[in-house]
């Protein structure tokens, strides 16, 4: 039963998000946003929106191995199995930007999170904040940046032209399937661990990260497959940014999250520090500004290394 809660809490999951960002972007076209602005900040925190709910449902009902997981798990999902299958399916070309702006932004990020929870084994409503307004500065300055309309690409100009009334039921639809599907998500989660006898910690970086790293996953290689248009790397690293700075920024500001399990400071997010910084170097050697599929196989692999050790390390 407690597998049935979980996959149903995936499937509302995705439900919601779908909705949520058609009902965003839709309502930022009634504003007269730019389109520009839309597709860098509202439909990236829209995207974010299953994860956030994840999280603050897991802080709430006193789970915080979860919700610092979840977040962790999905970074480390995001390089090792979406990005990683994704160049299995067709080698992927990584622009300047990428070790310019974006890969540098996610190590800070990342480095100062982990700098945050190991200090005093808490990330605070003080600590959350400056990760929100780092987030807030750092998308600022990617849209100042910005000289073309790539980062626009999938912004649905049809939705400029939905009634209200429709903005509304897709915003409820949107919501509600939110709120359900990550209370049935985190309580099927919580039942699991209980019953294999695992903690929560290990669902959260492993169950529920992939869960909700599924969508993004699918999306990736269908269009890789496709050939209909280049898979952006820093599509994956902007959700990773997106993932600390909104999902554990914001959820800390609503309840401080304490680390209840040593494991998650001294392997999960090392483990997350180590699949963000070989990126760099990866970039440079064999076959420069390609993730081929030889590379792509290597964090398949090492993704798989993590997951086997993760259920099997006591």
Do not use: C, H
Request: aromatic share 10%.
């Amino acid at each position: 039963m407690s597998l049935l809660w979980v996959i149903l809490g995936f499937a509302l999951l995705v439900i919601g998000g779908e909705y949520l960002v058609r009902s965003s972007v839709a309502l930022s076209f009634k504003f007269n946003i730019s389109k520009m602005v839309i597709g860098m900040t509202v439909v990236s925190f829209a995207t974010s929106a299953p994860e956030l709910l994840v999280s603050l449902q897991a802080a709430l009902k006193g789970s915080p191995a979860i919700a610092i997981n979840n977040v962790v798990g999905s970074n480390i999902a995001n390089i090792g199995l979406v990005l990683g299958i994704t160049a299995l399916v067709g080698s992927i070309v990584v622009d300047k930007s990428f070790y310019k702006v974006n890969w540098p932004a996610m190590m800070v990020f990342s480095i100062g999170v982990y700098y945050f929870l190991s200090n005093d084994s808490v990330l605070t409503a003080l600590e959350g904040a400056v990760l929100f307004i780092a987030l807030v500065l750092f998308l600022l300055y990617l849209i100042k940046g910005v000289k073309s309309s790539k980062a626009v690409e999938d912004v649905d100009t049809t939705l400029a032209t939905v009634s209200n009334f429709k903005i509304f039921i897709w915003l409820v639809i949107g919501g509600v399937a939110l709120y359900f599907g990550s209370e049935w998500l985190v309580n099927g989660a919580k039942e699991i661990a209980l019953s294999i006898g695992v903690s929560e910690a290990v669902i959260g970086v492993s169950l529920i990260a992939i869960g909700t790293s599924v969508p993004e996953l699918a999306a990736s290689v269908i269009a890789a497959a496709k050939k209909e248009k280049a898979i952006s790397l820093g599509n994956l690293i902007g959700s990773n940014i997106f993932n600390i700075g909104s999902v554990l920024g914001l959820t800390a500001m609503v309840k401080p999250i304490p680390v209840t399990e040593p494991k998650i400071l001294t392997n999960d997010i090392i483990w997350m520090l180590g699949f963000a910084a070989i990126l760099l170097p990866m970039v440079f050697v064999k076959q420069k500004f390609q993730i081929s599929r030889a590379k792509g196989f290597l964090l398949v692999f090492a993704y798989g290394l993590f997951i086997f050790l993760v259920f099997t390390a006591k």
